[in-house]
């Protein structure tokens, strides 16, 4: 069954300091991997998404991802946070099936302190 | 991408009365349309999947005559929460399918309901 997998639930990090958000997904496939981001009582931003070819995803607001086959995962970075990127964050998972649902991980909350 | 809109934004209504969200997708015809339901500090839950001019299909565990789903147009979906009780508080998201592999949707901004 496909899943995904944000093993962290909440993050802090210090404004300015590096981010890694973990996401691990499961799919008998190369799926197309999207990264969300939702500020409270909004609905979702897409960030960036990953469909093929070039493994590094650039995305908006200075975020990047990467897939690594091998690893199953789609881990979301930005070298330098600003306290605005306080939020939840979803990876999710599409399948290749056409008009088919996301499938959404629990998300990870991040903070940001001064 | 597609702007996909969503009124009210916030409804609160009394237990036992009926509410009906919308979802429209204002610059793309969409055939397919999604509905999501979303506890708090929780992730999204597919509740299903609503496809113009057919029946919606239901996720295991959502009841179809209590989320009354209309798709009557390519840029107009509904869910109507029949008999609302306390438990169906929520914050309500729908996605318009961009058509196509790979699966890219655009949401719309959310509705939170609040059953008194």
């Known amino acids: 069954a496909q899943s995904v997998t944000q093993p962290d639930i909440h993050i802090t990090v210090s404004e300015g300091a590096s981010l890694e958000l973990r996401c691990n997904y499961s799919?008998?496939?190369?799926?197309?991997l999207f990264w969300y981001v939702q500020s409270p009582g909004q609905g979702l931003q897409l960030l960036l998404k990953y469909f093929s070819g070039d493994t590094l995803v650039q995305g908006i607001k200075g975020f990047e991802a990467e897939f690594k086959r091998s690893q199953s995962s789609f881990n979301l970075r930005k070298p330098s946070v600003h306290w605005s990127d306080a939020a939840e964050y979803f990876c999710a998972v599409g399948a290749l099936e056409a008009g088919t649902a996301l499938i959404f991980g629990k998300g990870t909350t991040l903070s940001v302190s001064s | 991408g597609a702007v996909v809109s969503q009124h009210p934004s916030r409804v609160i209504c009394k237990s036992g009365t009926s509410v009906k969200i919308e979802c429209r997708s204002l610059d793309f015809q969409a055939t397919t349309m999604f509905w999501y339901r979303q506890f708090p500090k929780q992730s999204l839950m597919l509740m299903a999947t609503?496809?113009?001019?057919?029946?919606?299909?239901?996720e295991q565990g959502v009841e179809k005559d209590k989320f009354l789903i209309n798709h009557a147009s390519l840029t107009l979906s509904t869910l109507t929460v029949t008999s609302a009780h306390p438990e169906d508080s929520s914050f309500y998201i729908c996605?318009?399918?961009?058509?196509?592999?790979?699966?890219?949707?655009?949401f719309g901004p959310g509705t939170r309901l609040t059953v008194l």
């Open positions: 609503s496809n113009e001019g057919s029946k919606a299909t239901y």
């Open positions: 799919y008998g496939a190369t799926p197309y």
């Open positions: 996605s318009v399918w961009a058509g196509g592999p790979p699966n890219e949707q655009f």
